[in-house]
Every structure is written in C-alpha cells, then in structure tokens.
C-alpha cells in the first residue's frame, strides 16, 4: 500500500481555483489548504460550487484557472488514476457485474498489489460486512453498499479520500449512525477526508473544519463551533442552524461594549464581537439562547420588550416560540422543556432577554435572509 | 367483535364479478391462442406423413423428424442461411456496436444527422431495397450471389445493431466509468473492465436479433442472391409444388432452439442476481 501514500504525504493545497462553464463560474477564484490527517466538511447550498470542487480535486473536472497541489506534488493536470485519491460517490456507483470482493478489490489489482485477499478482507471487517464477500452490489441494502462504496476506496489507503454527499440516499436513522462510524473510521485509519454536503448537521457532526461556500466562494472556514457561535456573514449564521438577525445603529461606546439602539431599544455588544466598520450593524442571536418570560419579570443582559407570542410548538425536547416584535419582525426562541419557564400561549406579550456576549455583530450592508431558506432544498 | 353472516349476492352480480375479475386472464388466453396457433399447426404438421403435398392430414409418422434432410435440398439451403446470418451476424454486430458506442458516447459535427439517418433502412420498404441493391451491384458489374446476399444483410441489420446497443449505452450510469477511473484504471482497463462487460448484454441481444433478421429475410434475398437458395427462398419456391414436411421439422426446431436459448438467458440472469 506504500505505492500510493508514500510519494504523496502532505497537505491538500488548492491555489485560486476556477471553474466555468460557459457564463457560469461555478468556483471562484478559491483558495484552501486541507492539513493532512484532517476531516474536513464543504457545505454550501445545492449550486454553491462544493461538489464541482470536490470534482475537481478527483481530476474528473479540470479546472479553467489554478493548481491543486497534495503536499509537493502537482496534481493538477493529472488523469483521475494517476492520482492518490478516492471518491466515494453520492450513489455509491458500485461495479454491479462484480461481486463485493472484485469491487473492493479493483483498485488493489489496477495498482498490482500482492496480498489483495487479506486486504480486502481486512477493510470489509472494518466495515463490519465480513461475510458479504461473494454477493452482488444489487443484493445489499442502501446502508451496506454505502459501506462498500466506502471499503472500496479506503482499501487504497489514498492520500485523500473525497466523499461526495454519501449519506444523502439514506434515512435519517441510519444516516446518524453512518455519520458516527464514518467519524470512528477516519480515526481509525488515519487518512485525510475531504466531505461535501448541504446538511449543516452532518458537517456539525463529523468534521474537525467546516468550509461553507456559497455561489462559488468560501463565506468562513473553522470548527463548527467557532461557526455556529461567531458567524461572520449573514448567510452562514442562517445556513448554519438559525439565527435572529436584527438591524441596528452603533449609538455609542461603554468600555469594551458597543451600545446599538435596534428600533429604538438599547442592547450591548461586545466590541470584540462585531464585524462592522461603520456604525450600521446587523445584530445576531441564536434562538436557544433568549429566554422568554412574561413583561414584568426582571431580565438581566441585553432585553428586547413588546414582543407578542404569535406561535408556539412543542417539539420535545424544547418549545419553539415565534414572537412577533412591535417593529413586525418574527424572532425564534427555543426554551428548553425542563419547567424553568411557564408554557406561553399565542397572543401572550413577553419580552426577550440574554446574557451580553452571545449576542454577535455582523457588517450592516447584507441581506439578513441570505442562507435562510437554502438548507430547506433536497 | 362478532361476526356477521356473510350476504350472498345474487347470481347475476357474482357472475359479472367473476368475469371482471378475470377478465385480464381470459384476454390473455385468447391472446396466446392467436399467436401460437399458427406454431403449434406447423409443429403437428411436421408429423404428417405427407408424401408430396403437406397440406392435408394424411396420417401420423415420425420420419421426418429422423430425416430431416430427406427432402431434395432442404438441408443444403438452411446451410447457406445459417452461413450468411452467421457472417452477417458477426459484420453487423461489431460495425453496429461501434458506431452505437460513437453516437452514444462523443459529441461530433452530424451526430444528430447520423442518429436519424441510422433509423432509414428500418423505415424504408424491403422489395425497394432489395431492388435498389440489385441495380446497384449490377452496376458495379457485381454478379447476384452469396457474398451481395452477405453484404445487402449486414446493411439492414446494421440499424437494428445500433438502436439496440445505444439504448444500452445510454442507460449506463456514467459514474461507474468515472468510478473506475478513480480506482486507478486507465481509459482501455476501464473500457475492458466496466464498460465493455455492461454493455455486453445490449450486444448479445443486438447480435441474436441480427442472426434472427438475416435468417428470415425472403424480400431483399431474393433480389440478390441469384441461383443461390437459401432457406426462406426454399419454402417459397416449393410452395407451388407443395412444401415438404422436412419443412415444418425444421422450422420447429428453430422455433424450439430459440425457446430455449431465451430460457438458458432468463436462467443465468436469474442465477447472477441470485
């Protein structure tokens, strides 16, 4: 297995790669480096460029402008099997004239390895179908030939192993439950993936970095954590999970605070925590972190009043609240159900309060919707 | 819950449910009687002990299923049928799949022209075809014969060849090639090894087809082959005399040949998925 790693041990560097196809620039002008040994997510909506990318770094697209390197070497140019890389597709494409072993063991023999038996049977127990050897693509459940598919190309220890949406044929359950193993595999085996998908859960819960693109460019890059609680744009704090983005005017400065008058209430915002350069500001809070109580109940933090409950849905492990605001924007509040707070009904005023350093600052001139609706297609 | 005496319903009403119930099977019977019919009457008269005329029953006899080629010859013309659907089989088959591959596969200046030019020969009229290829060899100063006989069949079983073949290729999900492509086969493994092996059933059902087309064809035949007779030329010919039984004996085990090759086929698709 030597042959195919050993020449190629690096990072995953792509310089200012762009991808056209006619008038439509589908990758623009990207720029990224894959540390090795890393799990790294491409999320973006459908359209965003994620899987022309991952296409590219396959060598089954070849990029209009710029280069692919994996640490030293050049690959861009390269056929897709002169590379030390291997996809698992969206629809497994698994050989159905082959039986489970020839197909895992296809790569093997293209490249003239010797103990192709014992190598194939080691990945297939790794991916807990030991005894599926002799069948036929045709005859495994979705789950399995997910598993195959997968088998198929970790089998060649590639430098890079790209996974283009390979859970998106599954349901939810068994989804999850792919997403841990995949997770466990990684670790196991060490090698660099590359995950393109549109579910934001899915990147959430598998990758170290996450990269979310959007119409053809990167918007952020870091760990889901760093996304989800500082979003620098608008788009990834509505891509990412949900967001209440309010517009607001930098009215003054207290300390290390930013005072913004949003529709003619105060909240502060740390100055650390906001992206603006001018005194315009788009002030953001995630649902789950407002706490909702009747008008009179002292709040502690920034506060907003004046708020009208207008729906409420109970969805298990919380209560998810739609308050409309006196300026008529609706804002999501996710109370906990753990009896800390009265179940509200419709037409209940409230006001919404949370502690100062969740709230986050972004640049005033975006359209606070961008990214809202994008995570509902597919 | 107890439980309620089932009504009967009156006679008429359980008569019209039963028919419309059955109706589809009844449509089948009837359906399968039109097409077979005419196979079994061949299949009883190929018993019949005929003498020189098999166009009435003239008692029972097994002779001429032990002699076959008892009929002055019979035999010699199905040997020039099976030669020239073997030879316009393996011709069409190849030139076929080539040229189904290039129009499914490549983008090229007339690909649309050709895919719609590769439909005439099925659409044009086969005694105008054959006596247009008879003009045509003549004017070449090409004698009427075997080899025009070989080469007028590949020409019109070229098209069934493609059509068949290109459907084939077009369901084809790209991916596997692309697949195989990312697990280090280069372009001729990965044609040798994904492609070829897919699409190889596309092709054997193009090749039986040609076989079967080449086989039967009188029209173009007999424009074409001059003295020479082949076996659909055999039975028209003897018709004025009255056809032989041997006639009958060979057209059921032909009959009965390809009844058991589909079977074979069904079997061993059967026994892959399995």
Same mark, same amino acid.
């Given at each position: 297995?030597?042959?195919?790693?050993?020449?190629?041990?690096?990072?995953?560097?792509?310089?200012?790669?762009?991808?056209?196809?006619?008038?439509?620039?589908?990758?623009?002008?990207?720029?990224?480096?894959?540390?090795?040994?890393?799990?790294?997510?491409?999320?973006?909506?459908?359209?965003?460029?994620?899987?022309?990318?991952?296409?590219?770094?396959?060598?089954?697209? =070849?990029?209009?402008?710029?280069?692919?390197?994996?640490?030293?070497? &050049?690959?861009?140019?390269?056929?897709?099997?002169?590379?030390?890389?291997?996809?698992?597709?969206?629809?497994?494409?698994?050989?159905?004239?082959?039986?489970?072993?020839?197909?895992?063991?296809?790569?093997? #023999?293209?490249?003239?390895? %010797?103990?192709?038996? =014992?190598?194939?049977?080691?990945?297939?127990?790794?991916?807990?179908?030991?005894?599926?050897? &002799?069948?036929?693509?045709?005859?495994?459940?979705?789950?399995?030939?997910?598993? @195959?598919?997968?088998?198929?190309?970790?089998?060649? #220890?590639?430098?890079?192993?790209?996974?283009?949406?390979?859970?998106?044929?599954?349901?939810?359950?068994?989804? #999850?439950?792919?997403?841990?193993?995949?997770?466990? @595999?990684?670790?196991?085996?060490?090698?660099?993936?590359?995950?393109?998908?549109?579910?934001? =859960?899915?990147?959430?819960?598998?990758?170290?970095?996450?990269?979310?693109?959007?119409?053809?460019?990167?918007?952020?890059?870091?760990?889901?954590? &760093?996304?989800?609680?500082?979003?620098?744009?608008?788009?990834?704090?509505?891509?990412?999970?949900?967001?209440?983005?309010?517009?607001?005017?930098?009215?003054?400065?207290?300390?290390?605070?930013?005072?913004?008058?949003?529709?003619?209430?105060?909240?502060?915002?740390?100055?650390?925590?906001?992206?603006?350069?001018?005194?315009?500001?788009?002030?953001?809070?995630?649902?789950?972190?407002?706490?909702?109580?009747?008008? &009179?109940?002292?709040?502690?933090?920034?506060?907003?009043?004046?708020? @009208?409950?207008?729906?409420?849905?109970?969805?298990?492990?919380?209560?998810?609240?739609?308050?409309?605001?006196?300026? %008529?924007?609706?804002?999501?509040?996710?109370?906990?159900?753990?009896?800390?707070?009265?179940?509200? #009904?419709?037409?209940?005023?409230?006001?919404?309060?949370?502690?100062?350093?969740?709230?986050?600052?972004?640049?005033?001139?975006?359209?606070?919707?961008?990214?809202?609706?994008?995570?509902?297609?597919? | 819950?107890?439980?309620?005496?089932?009504?009967?319903?009156?006679?008429?009403?359980?008569?019209?449910?039963?028919?419309?119930?059955?109706?589809?099977?009844?449509?089948?019977?009837?359906?399968?009687?039109?097409?077979?019919?005419?196979?079994?009457?061949?299949?009883?008269?190929?018993? $019949?002990?005929?003498?020189?005329?098999?166009?009435?029953?003239?008692?029972?006899? *097994?002779?001429?299923?032990?002699?076959?080629?008892?009929?002055?010859?019979?035999?010699?013309?199905?040997?020039?049928?099976?030669?020239?659907?073997?030879?316009?089989?393996?011709?069409?088959?190849?030139? +076929?799949? *080539?040229?189904?591959?290039? *129009?499914?596969?490549?983008?090229?200046?007339?690909?649309?022209?050709?895919?719609?030019?590769?439909?005439?020969?099925?659409?044009?009229?086969?005694?105008?075809?054959?006596?247009?290829?008879?003009?045509?060899?003549?004017?070449?100063?090409?004698?009427?014969?075997?080899?025009?006989?070989?080469?007028?069949?590949?020409?019109?079983?070229?098209?069934?060849?493609?059509?068949?073949?290109?459907?084939?290729?077009?369901?084809? /999900?790209?991916?596997?090639?692309?697949?195989?492509? /990312? !697990?280090?086969?280069?372009?001729?493994?990965?044609?040798?090894?994904?492609?070829?092996? *897919?699409?190889?059933?596309?092709?054997?059902?193009?090749?039986?087809?040609?076989?079967?087309?080449?086989? /039967?064809?009188?029209?173009?035949? $007999?424009?074409?082959? +001059?003295?020479?007779?082949?076996?659909?030329?055999?039975?028209?010919?003897?018709?004025?005399?009255?056809?032989?039984?041997?006639?009958?004996?060979?057209?059921?085990?032909?009959?009965? !040949?390809?009844?058991?090759?589909?079977?074979?086929?069904?079997?061993?698709?059967?026994?892959?998925?399995?």
């Amino acid at each position: 297995m030597a042959d195919a790693s050993s020449s190629s041990h690096g990072d995953l560097i792509l310089t200012r790669l762009t991808k056209t196809f006619g008038d439509f620039t589908a990758v623009d002008d990207l720029s990224l480096t894959i540390p090795q040994g890393s799990f790294f997510a491409l999320l973006g909506p459908s359209g965003c460029g994620k899987t022309t990318t991952l296409r590219m770094i396959a060598g089954l697209e =070849e990029p209009t402008v710029g280069s692919i390197f994996i640490g030293e070497t &050049d690959i861009t140019t390269k056929k897709p099997y002169q590379r030390p890389v291997n996809t698992v597709f969206q629809n497994y494409a698994l050989f159905p004239h082959l039986s489970i072993f020839e197909n895992v063991a296809f790569g093997l #023999r293209r490249r003239g390895v %010797k103990d192709v038996k =014992e190598q194939v049977e080691k990945v297939l127990a790794l991916v807990e179908l030991p005894h599926f050897a &002799d069948r036929k693509p045709t005859q495994l459940s979705g789950g399995q030939q997910q598993r @195959i598919a997968l088998a198929r190309a970790i089998v060649n #220890r590639p430098a890079l192993l790209l996974l283009d949406e390979p859970l998106g044929a599954l349901d939810l359950k068994l989804r #999850r439950q792919m997403q841990i193993e995949l997770k466990w @595999i990684q670790t196991e085996v060490g090698l660099t993936f590359v995950h393109v998908t549109h579910d934001q =859960e899915e990147a959430m819960t598998m990758a170290d970095t996450i990269a979310v693109m959007n119409e053809g460019k990167i918007e952020q890059m870091g760990s889901p954590a &760093d996304l989800y609680e500082s979003p620098a744009t608008a788009f990834v704090a509505n891509f990412l999970g949900q967001s209440n983005l309010i517009r607001g005017v930098v009215s003054s400065t207290d300390g290390d605070s930013n005072v913004i008058t949003v529709h003619g209430q105060k909240i502060s915002l740390l100055k650390s925590r906001n992206q603006s350069q001018t005194t315009s500001v788009v002030v953001g809070i995630r649902p789950e972190k407002i706490r909702i109580d009747l008008p &009179d109940v002292p709040t502690t933090g920034n506060a907003l009043a004046g708020g @009208i409950v207008s729906d409420v849905s109970f969805v298990g492990v919380s209560t998810q609240y739609v308050v409309e605001m006196p300026w %008529k924007q609706d804002l999501m509040v996710f109370e906990q159900n753990d009896g800390g707070t009265p179940t509200l #009904r419709s037409g209940d005023p409230v006001s919404l309060s949370w502690n100062v350093p969740f709230t986050f600052g972004l640049d005033g001139s975006q359209d606070v919707n961008a990214g809202a609706e994008t995570d509902e297609i597919e | 819950m107890s439980q309620a005496p089932i009504p009967t319903l009156p006679f008429g009403r359980r008569v019209s449910r039963w028919f419309g119930r059955n109706l589809i099977r009844i449509y089948a019977v009837f359906g399968f009687t039109y097409l077979f019919i005419p196979v079994i009457y061949t299949f009883g008269f190929s018993f $019949n002990d005929a003498g020189k005329s098999n166009l009435t029953w003239r008692g029972f006899t *097994l002779n001429n299923w032990k002699n076959p080629c008892g009929a002055p010859d019979v035999c010699s013309a199905l040997g020039n049928s099976i030669k020239i659907g073997l030879l316009a089989t393996v011709t069409a088959t190849i030139l +076929g799949t *080539l040229i189904a591959f290039a *129009l499914g596969r490549h983008r090229f200046r007339g690909r649309s022209a050709t895919n719609l030019l590769i439909f005439l020969p099925m659409a044009t009229p086969e005694v105008v075809l054959g006596a247009s290829l008879l003009a045509m060899f003549l004017a070449f100063r090409i004698n009427p014969g075997f080899w025009p006989t070989v080469i007028a069949h590949v020409m019109f079983c070229i098209s069934f060849v493609v059509v068949t073949v290109k459907a084939r290729i077009a369901s084809l /999900d790209p991916r596997l090639e692309q697949a195989a492509m /990312d !697990l280090y086969a280069n372009e001729r493994e990965t044609f040798r090894r994904v492609t070829l092996p *897919l699409v190889m059933p596309g092709i054997a059902g193009a090749a039986l087809l040609a076989f079967s087309l080449s086989f /039967d064809d009188f029209i173009i035949t $007999n424009f074409n082959s +001059g003295t020479l007779v082949t076996f659909p030329k055999f039975v028209y010919v003897s018709a004025a005399r009255g056809i032989p039984a041997q006639a009958n004996v060979i057209g059921s085990s032909m009959f009965f !040949l390809a009844l058991i090759i589909v079977i074979a086929g069904q079997l061993v698709n059967r026994k892959k998925v399995r």
